[in-house]
């Protein structure tokens, strides 16, 4: 687990970023999820506070991801930061929004399945998040 040093009225804090492990599908979905994300923030006409970040947190995040579905790096556990956490809350209920006005087949099913214990686990984590800052 990474730790993080932050100076503040001359305390050093040690803060600690929650670990995750995914499964291969949950990590496919996350991945449709980001794009998603990504397309819709792009697509803005009018500007958004913090929207340069966000799209470098989602290109950082793809990169973890796309980083553990090719090194089989699924089975291990990988640090993400709050911001990091957010984006890929967002994204999950951007692509579960998106499922629902789909037409229902086995597979927006499946799906929707797996957004909803993606939501518990970055809630989860995002709980955890709060407990070290």
């Given amino acids: 687990m990474k730790k993080h ?7 050093r804090i040690k803060r600690k970023l929650p670990c995750l492990t995914f499964t291969i599908d949950q990590l496919l979905v996350l991945k449709s999820g980001l794009a998603l994300f990504e397309q819709i923030a792009q697509a803005q006409n009018k500007p958004l506070p913090n929207l340069d970040i966000a799209l470098i947190t989602v290109k950082g995040v793809k990169t973890k991801i796309q980083r ?17 956490i957010t984006v890929l809350k ?6 579960l929004i998106s499922l629902e006005t789909m037409e229902q087949s086995p597979e927006t099913q499946r799906q929707q399945q797996i957004c909803e214990q993606l939501k518990a686990l970055l809630s989860s984590s995002a709980d955890l998040q709060q407990r070290y800052h």
């Fill in 5 to 11: 040093r932050v100076r503040g009225k001359g305390v």
């Fill in 68 to 84: 553990m579905l090719t090194l089989n790096g699924w089975r291990e556990t990988t640090t993400f930061d709050a911001n990091e």
């Fill in 90 to 95: 967002s994204s999950v209920w951007m692509l």
